[in-house]
């Protein structure tokens, strides 16, 4: 499986970003996904996830209300909206696939394959 993360940029606090993962190889559909980030000098943290079919979504708490994760399974795609960003927000985001479903769904070391990574950076 192959990620490709795309979407981040530099935006001031309020403003909003949508990032975009791509996924090759394997079936789309049969992935659980899930959105970390990974600030300086600190651990990746969960962001956002979404189960196979999309139908159950879940936010870490700093996120829940501004960020809206979802996923295309016709195009390979799982998207992460991030609307009234701060400048906490400002990190490296990945885009991961969750292959130990024995663990839960925001420790990182549940997901095996990652996306290379696309900064956001929030200026206040």
């Known amino acids: 499986v192959q990620l490709q993360a795309s979407g981040g940029g530099l935006v001031q606090a309020g403003g909003s970003l949508r990032l975009s993962c791509a996924a090759s190889g394997g079936t789309f559909s049969n992935y659980f996904m899930g959105w970390f980030r990974q600030a300086p000098g600190l651990e990746r943290e969960f962001v956002a996830a979404?189960?196979?079919?999309?139908?159950?979504?879940f936010y870490s708490d700093s996120v829940k209300g501004r960020f809206t994760i979802s996923r295309d399974n016709a195009k390979n795609t799982v998207t992460l909206q991030m609307n009234n960003l701060k400048p906490e927000d400002t990190a490296v985001y990945y885009c991961a696939v969750r292959s130990r479903l024995y663990r839960l769904y925001t420790r990182s070391d549940a997901y095996d394959y990652w996306g290379q990574g696309t900064l956001v950076t929030v200026s206040s």
């Open positions: 979404i189960s196979e079919s999309g139908s159950s979504v």
